[in-house]
């Protein structure tokens, strides 16, 4: 059996794929696997992880493992114990089958399990808007191609700021729809009891306010691409609404007793692994087989540097005037390969303009967005949440802190803080109740 454990380029369409499993072996347990291929592979101890194990000395998301053409790389995620190859801890390491790593008391193994397989690429290093020459990249543009060939749904997953709405937008292009609209329902902007008036629309008098008749998104993208955008944030009580009009191809404007047929195809995206909001019961089972037909993972941007300078050449050209690798400052490329990207490709966007208009800035240039150490681990737990509970959480806890603080420096007169914070005495009051302040 070949022993390969390199992503390897045949040719512009193909490229040969090393067949691997990751063992894990914990000491309370037996030992768990996962086989992994093009998508990375990040264990943990949380449910969102691809390979979960049980450990108190594990952290949530501890360590990711990908095939790269170099071999299999294997990156410690900001651990709390870290990740030991032979006894050494490592941020970073290419790693070979047979090779023992030390996860907490997990001990974690790669196994060749069979020949390379072949994978589909896409020929050229864009598709639509969407560059990107990695493998990853290209592979997925194959399969999007694919995916816009067929009537079929596609449910695209990935970080804020990878180019979903973007792919959406190439889907729509290369497909048969091409001459129809292209419609965006951000389902996170929507609050759920208008989500059917604007999903449906609505008939005259169907609710106070409802003055005239109003053409609903489905019926708008008609003949064109509907691209459902955060689907994960969807509340549980719409989400059978949704499923019955995806399933029957009907709905019914709200008031109007009349079914109405629409023909949209669907792309739907999120940044959340919905297969484990359907396990943690946030998400229905039916209709995420629904919307999964083609599910395709976007990769961030940090597991695809090769892309980098593509893509910084490309904004860097749609300046205006043009401009040019030549002038961001010394070492800037070398910067931008080495940063972590938690923004994605919206933050290389924001960060290349703000080098070119400041290039004394170096590496501060990149220091807007990070949210590094205890933020961190505080904004994990909120990317954890669905966006309203998240959004309500860090509401909460400012509103408490600030009435607090304000209370505090005015000695606890209401009156006061109420003309310091601008607002009645009234609200100052609520806000005490509420947030159990005397
Ligand atoms: N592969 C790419 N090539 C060129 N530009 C890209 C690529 N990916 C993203 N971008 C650019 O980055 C920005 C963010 O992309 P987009 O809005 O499609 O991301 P998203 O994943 O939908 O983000 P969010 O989840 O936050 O809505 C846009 O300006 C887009 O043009």
Request: proline letters at 5%.
């Amino acid at each position: 059996m070949s022993q390969s454990t390199t992503l390897t380029l045949i040719d512009r369409r193909r490229a040969s794929l090393p067949s691997l499993v990751l063992v894990a072996n914990m000491a309370s347990t037996q030992e768990v696997s996962r086989p992994f291929g093009l998508a990375p592979l990040v264990v943990g101890t949380g449910n969102d992880c691809d390979l979960i194990v049980t450990d108190p000395a594990v952290s949530r998301r501890h360590c990711l493992f990908r095939i790269t053409p170099q071999g299999i790389l294997v990156r410690d995620l900001q651990s709390k114990n870290g990740t030991f190859v032979s006894n050494i801890r490592v941020q970073e390491a290419y790693v070979a089958p047979g090779h023992v790593l030390q996860i907490g008391g997990v001990s974690l193994r790669i196994r060749v399990t069979g020949e390379p397989s072949e994978i589909p690429l896409w020929p050229e290093a864009s598709f639509g808007g969407a560059l990107g020459g990695s493998t990853v990249m290209r592979a997925l543009f194959h399969r999007l191609y694919q995916a816009a060939q067929s009537p079929e749904l596609v449910l695209l997953r990935g970080e804020s700021g990878t180019g979903k709405e973007l792919l959406a937008r190439a889907i729509h292009d290369v497909s048969p729809r091409a001459d129809g609209p292209f419609v965006i329902f951000d389902t996170a902007a929507i609050t759920p009891a208008l989500f059917e008036a604007e999903l449906f629309g609505h008939v005259r008098g169907a609710f106070t306010g409802a003055d005239t008749d109003r053409t609903g998104i489905l019926a708008t993208a008609d003949g064109g691409t509907l691209f459902l955008d955060e689907i994960g944030e969807l509340p549980l009580d719409q989400q059978p609404k949704l499923l019955r009009a995806l399933e029957t191809k009907q709905y019914r404007p709200v008031g109007s007793n009349e079914w109405r047929s629409f023909d949209a195809r669907i792309v739907a995206a999120t940044h959340r692994d919905l297969h484990a909001a359907v396990a943690a019961g946030e998400f229905r089972q039916d209709l995420y087989f629904r919307l999964a037909v083609f599910e395709c993972m976007v990769p961030p941007l940090r597991e695809r540097t090769d892309d980098i300078e593509l893509l910084v050449e490309r904004f860097l050209a749609s300046e205006i005037p043009a401009r040019t690798v030549l002038d961001l400052p010394h070492g800037a490329l070398e910067m931008l390969a080495s940063h972590h990207w938690p923004g994605n490709v919206r933050e290389l966007r924001n960060t290349v303009s703000r080098l070119l208009l400041f290039p004394h800035m170096g590496e501060r240039a990149l220091e807007f967005h990070g949210v590094e150490g205890e933020a961190r681990r505080d904004f994990d737990a909120l990317l954890g949440m669905p966006w309203r509970d998240a959004r309500e959480r860090v509401i909460d806890r400012f509103e408490a802190s600030y009435l607090r603080e304000k209370l505090h420096a005015h000695e606890g007169n209401v009156a006061r803080a109420a003309t310091d914070m601008g607002i009645s005495r009234q609200l100052v009051h609520r806000l005490m109740v509420r947030h159990g302040v005397r």
